[in-house]
């Protein structure tokens, strides 16, 4: 025998050294710092420090270079501990794949709730993904937004404390979704737990902790620690953030997370945005080292066949839940199109902008230059035939508030710029002051009114205009209150709070990159008005789930307005975003798993998303060219 290495599990967070005893070749150990990916301790030559999911992912090469070299290896208790627990979770795994494991009582689970003061009813869907997910060690939610995954988790954390199993919950989500994790907490509990907002610190008699993604790198000890000191269940709201795992900086967090905390969950209605290979990631969240091992091969190479997202579904079927759209039980929401004509100086803008852009591009190449630099033609159409005022950024070469495109100059001194220039102190838009008359219609009844807009300005604009309804405004640059803002500062949760508590806020002015997410408003509010719409048929489910969502008192009427300039680009985008919203409707209405992307609060998405929109656009020119 050529020596001894001793392993060892120590510090806080914990990982391995491994010791180099005599006689121990250089060779070998050299090899350990590269495959291993080992960190060096003082002079590297007899200590090294590795990561305990890069220990137990390269343990059976390790075996293999022990015999090979002839290297005696001399496990401490911890790491038979922790060799033991993995070998524990593949065997888990394994009968829970193959239908050993078979689904709880619900009604038990729920008599069980009462008695530690869980008041939240639960419908029967819920109550089905909830006995599910109490029999599995780790799973995973993946229903469909706004079918109340936050309040199945809290039943769920809240059964395995009872056990005795877990102590506290650690939440990893967006910021825009904390909203909801709080408010959840006192409709489901009593008395709820103390929750903390972590900002560095977390404070002694905390029960869960809220983190955003952004956080976890800069603050991976403390949290670390925090999971160590107590059994903690850890969960990943929005868990689709963390698909790019070891490649990515949250990824790579949550994952060496997930080897010190009891239990694991994650949630979110779309597990695969772009194809199979996302989902590696998320199940080596819930079963470390695992997901290669039981996904189907076919939906791990580039290019997957179609078919391979329903082999996905088959083999994991037994780890997750889903709740599909239609199992929500909803009333479909009552949609208007309120048709404006363009007069005035807007419709001269509108067509001068028209004739410009008709025929420019060669219509035979729809590659992805062109989709961006028709994306730049969409973006202008779009404001022109809502407030042409948007356009005067461009003369001023300023860049746009919030909206993410480039720029295309509007040359001065042309006949467009100069009916540009004037436009505010002439006219007030045409969809503004319909917007007016139906806030003000709203109002009279005590309606409380949400109106959406991809224009930063048209936003603040409006604020203006409808300031005698006192509307609250969310867009980009209001903050999320993550517990470091000075008094006073106007914030995201500050206005949510105002339009929901506040009788004479009337109207909430939204942005839907700003307001995509874990927003619930369907219990103050049930009218929504769209300004204007892109192609992002995808964004716009999103928002109309604001409020339009589980929870609706029965008879509820949801009433949705588009606004639409007649004879615009408008009428594209309705015609393109109804063709694309039923398809991704069908597709939320499956219960398999489909790779399907819905935004969220950091993907603005382009102005052009596929041939399928070109096509709409150059049909729009080519009737100004015509």
């Known amino acids: 025998m050529s020596g001894l290495v001793e392993a060892n599990i120590v510090g806080t967070p914990p990982y391995v050294e491994l010791l180099r005893h005599a006689d121990v070749p250089d060779d070998f150990w050299y090899s350990l710092t590269l495959h291993l990916r080992a960190r060096v301790e003082g002079d590297g030559r007899n200590r090294l420090a590795i990561p305990l999911e890069r220990f137990l992912a390269g343990r059976r090469w390790l075996r293999l270079q022990c015999l090979g070299y002839g290297v005696g290896l001399i496990l401490g208790e911890g790491v038979r501990a922790l060799l033991r627990k993995a070998e524990d979770e593949r065997d888990t795994l394994d009968r829970v794949l193959s239908r050993q494991i078979s689904v709880g009582d619900s009604e038990s689970l729920l008599a069980q709730l009462e008695k530690r003061g869980y008041i939240r009813q639960l419908r029967d869907f819920q109550r089905r993904d909830l006995a599910k997910l109490r029999q599995l060690d780790h799973g995973a939610n993946f229903s469909v937004p706004g079918a109340g995954k936050t309040a199945v988790t809290y039943a769920l954390f809240e059964l395995e404390r009872m056990r005795g199993r877990v102590a506290r919950l650690l939440v990893v989500a967006p910021l825009s979704a904390f909203d909801a994790w709080i408010s959840e907490a006192d409709r489901c509990f009593h008395s709820a737990p103390i929750i903390c907002q972590f900002t560095g610190r977390i404070p002694s008699s905390t029960d869960v902790v809220l983190v955003n993604y952004q956080k976890l790198t800069p603050h991976f000890e403390t949290l670390a620690a925090w999971i160590l000191e107590a059994p903690t269940h850890l969960v990943l709201d929005e868990a689709h953030r963390a698909k790019a795992g070891r490649m990515g900086e949250w990824g790579s967090a949550v994952l060496d997370l997930a080897h010190i905390a009891v239990r694991r969950d994650i949630l979110t209605g779309t597990p695969a945005p772009q194809g199979p290979n996302d989902l590696i990631a998320l199940i080596d969240f819930l079963w470390p080292h695992q997901a290669r091992r039981i996904l189907p091969t076919d939906a791990l190479t580039t290019n997957p066949p179609d078919s391979a997202m329903k082999q996905i579904s088959r083999t994991l079927e037994p780890i997750f839940v889903r709740t599909t759209k239609r199992e929500l039980g909803l009333d479909p929401p009552q949609t208007w199109v309120e048709l404006v004509e363009l007069k005035g100086l807007q419709a001269d803008i509108y067509d001068a902008l028209r004739n410009r852009y008709a025929g420019i591009f060669d219509l035979g190449r729809p590659d992805r230059t062109m989709l961006t630099q028709m994306g730049e033609v969409t973006v202008y159409l779009l404001q022109a035939a809502t407030n042409p005022a948007l356009l005067i950024r461009r003369l001023q070469n300023q860049p746009p508030a919030e909206f993410?495109?480039?720029?295309?100059?509007?040359?001065?001194?042309?006949?467009?710029?100069?009916?540009?220039?004037?436009?505010?102190?002439?006219?007030?838009?045409?969809?503004?002051?319909?917007?007016?008359?139906?806030?003000?219609?709203?109002?009279?009844?005590?309606?409380?009114?949400?109106?959406?807009?991809?224009?930063?300005?048209?936003?603040?604009?409006?604020?203006?205009?409808?300031?005698?309804?006192?509307?609250?405004?969310?867009?980009?640059?209001?903050?999320?209150?993550?517990?470091?803002?000075?008094?006073?500062?106007?914030?995201?949760?500050?206005?949510?709070?105002?339009?929901?508590?506040?009788?004479?806020?009337?109207?909430?002015?939204?942005?839907?990159?700003?307001?995509?997410?874990?927003?619930?408003?369907?219990?103050?509010?049930?009218?929504?008005?769209?300004?204007?719409?892109?192609?992002?048929?995808?964004?716009?489910?999103?928002?109309?789930?604001?409020?339009?969502?589980?929870?609706?008192?029965?008879?509820?009427?949801?009433?949705i307005t588009f606004l639409l300039s007649s004879g615009t680009i408008d009428d594209a985008v309705d015609s393109r975003v109804a063709q694309k919203a039923e398809r991704l409707s069908q597709m939320l209405n499956d219960p398999d798993l489909i790779a399907m992307a819905l935004p969220d609060d950091e993907d603005y998405g382009e102005a052009i998303e596929d041939v399928g929109d070109l096509t709409a656009l150059f049909e729009h020119l080519r009737g100004a060219a015509g």
């Open 404 to 559: 993410r495109y480039p720029s295309l100059e509007i040359p001065l001194g042309s006949k467009l710029a100069e009916l540009i220039a004037r436009y505010p102190t002439h006219e007030i838009p045409q969809k503004f002051q319909k917007l007016a008359v139906m806030v003000s219609r709203n109002a009279s009844l005590r309606r409380k009114t949400l109106v959406w807009s991809n224009f930063p300005d048209n936003l603040i604009a409006l604020e203006r205009v409808l300031a005698r309804f006192e509307p609250a405004l969310i867009y980009g640059a209001v903050p999320m209150d993550d517990g470091t803002l000075p008094p006073g500062v106007r914030t995201r949760q500050g206005e949510l709070k105002r339009f929901r508590s506040d009788p004479n806020c009337l109207v909430l002015l939204a942005n839907p990159a700003a307001t995509a997410e874990g927003v619930s408003l369907h219990d103050v509010c049930h009218d929504a008005i769209y300004l204007d719409r892109t192609f992002n048929a995808g964004q716009y489910l999103q928002s109309l789930d604001r409020i339009h969502r589980l929870g609706l008192a029965p008879g509820t009427e949801t009433r």
